[in-house]
């Protein structure tokens, strides 16, 4: 299925939200995640289904000040 993940098209063949992060390669990555704008806490991402169109946001924390 298709799903914009920060910003781009990307085609995904799991069905959950930590199946599109294992395609992705963001397995181990300690990263936050919104679907659709809505925060997704790591716990619920394998319970998480995807459909065609949604918009996926990863972000990863950032060193520095």
Not at 1 to 17: F, S
Request: aromatic letters at 4%; zero cysteines.
């Amino acid at each position: 299925m298709r799903i914009e993940v920060n910003g781009a098209a990307q085609d995904i063949t799991g069905p959950t939200l930590a199946d599109a992060l294992a395609e992705l390669g963001w397995t181990q990555a300690r990263v936050a995640t919104a679907l659709n704008g809505d925060f997704i806490p790591k716990t619920a991402r394998s319970q998480t289904r995807l459909k065609p169109g949604d918009r996926l946001e990863v972000l990863a924390p950032m060193q520095g000040g």
